[in-house]
């Protein structure tokens, strides 16, 4: 049984990486078998590689669309929408574009570096749910390419997803951290935020991380087995 257990707290954030969706088949982005380590972000993920080659990074998030597309949200996203259910102040910050969290039933989720499932036009300042695999035309009926609504290296975060993230924080009475290597910011710094406001902090990962030693609690191991344990209502 894990050291601490969510069943004595009511306003949990879970804040998620890549490595809550390794369970579901979805490659994280550093380590062994990463998305780095195969694709270099400079070609396919920002915005100068986009304003490019538009019809290259395209063809890398179709090929992402696809795959996601054919994995299913694993247990740990189940265990966290089954906590918003029953404590309906629970709510997700997530690094993650792939929309597992909703998928699995969550309904409250700060998506911080945006989805593979929207696209914008920035020409008119649109933004549109979009989940055809492959997308049907890169182009808005403007004429302009579209872009993928994610936050690419370089590119500036959501100020107002960042400041409801931190109202989220301070609101909360207990933050989980599951999946994330913890080295990309502004996003990196919200376990600090947890901490500068007394809240508990739980850090779940596999291997510990540069900000392991921030955290109160830690447990080591895979998502869904942490959560497991983390979520367990036997005393
Ligand atoms: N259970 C728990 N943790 C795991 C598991 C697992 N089964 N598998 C891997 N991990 C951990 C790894 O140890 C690592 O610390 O998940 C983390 C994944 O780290 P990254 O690949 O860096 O993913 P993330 O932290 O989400 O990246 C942040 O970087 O590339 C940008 O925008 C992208 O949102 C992404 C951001």
């Given at each position: 049984m894990a050291e601490i257990q969510i069943k004595h707290y009511n306003k949990i954030v879970f804040f998620t990486g890549a490595g809550l969706s390794a369970e579901s088949g979805i490659p994280t982005?550093?380590?062994?078998?990463?998305v780095w380590q195969e694709y270099n972000y400079e070609d396919f993920a920002c915005q100068r590689a986009f304003d490019k080659d538009p019809q290259k990074v395209w063809e890398f998030h179709n090929k992402r669309r696809e795959f996601i597309n054919g994995c299913q949200p694993n247990e740990g996203h189940r265990i966290i929408a089954a906590v918003e259910q029953t404590k309906p102040q629970t709510m997700v910050i997530t690094?993650?574009?792939?929309g597992m969290h909703q998928r699995a039933g969550?309904?409250?989720?700060?998506e911080l570096h945006g989805s593979l499932w929207r696209v914008r036009c920035d020409r008119e300042g649109t933004i549109s749910e979009n989940t055809d695999i492959p997308l049907k035309?890169?182009?808005?009926?403007?004429g302009e390419y579209l872009r993928p609504d994610i936050v690419w290296f370089e590119d500036p975060l959501d100020q107002q997803k960042i400041q409801q993230a931190v109202e989220a924080i301070f609101q909360s009475d207990l933050f989980v951290s599951i999946g994330?290597?913890?080295?990309?910011?502004p996003a990196a710094q919200l376990p600090a935020v947890a901490i500068q406001n007394s809240v508990p902090t739980v850090e779940i990962n596999i291997e510990s991380t540069?900000?392991?030693?921030?955290?109160?609690?830690r447990l080591q191991g895979p998502a869904s087995e942490m959560l497991k344990q983390l979520c367990s209502d036997s005393d």
């Open positions: 982005y550093r380590g062994k078998g990463g690094q993650n574009i792939d969550s309904k409250k989720v700060i035309s890169m182009k808005c009926d403007c994330t290597s913890g080295v990309v910011f540069p900000l392991s030693q921030l955290y109160q609690y």
